[in-house]
């Protein structure tokens, strides 16, 4: 059994990608006013808003404990809009060695699909693969659009 592994996913949203990319890659800090049960705060450690290198730090509750993370932003693809965060200290890294989350949003008729990959080692075989986190992240994306699609 391997302990490295990728969960993926898709969500639907009625959004256009480069408004959800945005939301992501420029204002993730807007994230906790838009879905406060899920996201508390997010904080700029290092770099500038929207820049791959930067440092992002965020107060989050998942599955009914609060956690935090630290991630730096690996990439970011304006064209695609994609962007890669890279877990670099925190709560997740109680579990996994390692874990990457990468978030692709592509327009699909008048709104767009949003595809999440996680890539992960986990620290021993007991771990779980992180399809709660992947839940949450796809349950945070719907409710990112219910707010970008208010008029």
């Known amino acids: 059994m391997s302990l490295i592994g990728n969960v993926e996913a898709d969500v639907e949203i009625k959004a256009p990608a480069e408004k959800f990319h945005e939301l992501f ?11 406060p049960g899920k996201v508390q705060g997010c904080a700029l450690h290092e770099g500038d808003w929207g820049k791959e290198g930067s440092v992002i730090f965020w107060d989050y509750v998942h599955d009914g404990k609060a956690k935090v993370a630290k991630e730096i932003i690996e990439a970011i693809d304006e064209k695609n809009n994609s962007i890669t965060f890279k877990v670099i200290e925190g709560d997740m890294l109680q579990e996994y060695k390692s874990l990457k989350a990468t978030v692709k949003a592509t327009p699909k008729g008048e709104g767009s699909l949003v595809h999440w990959t996680m890539e992960y080692e986990k620290l021993n075989e007991s771990i779980p693969e992180p399809n709660s986190l992947l839940q949450f992240v796809l349950d945070l994306s719907k409710d990112l659009d219910s707010h970008l699609t208010q008029a």
């Open 25 to 35: 890659s420029c204002r993730p800090h807007h994230i906790s006013n838009v879905s």
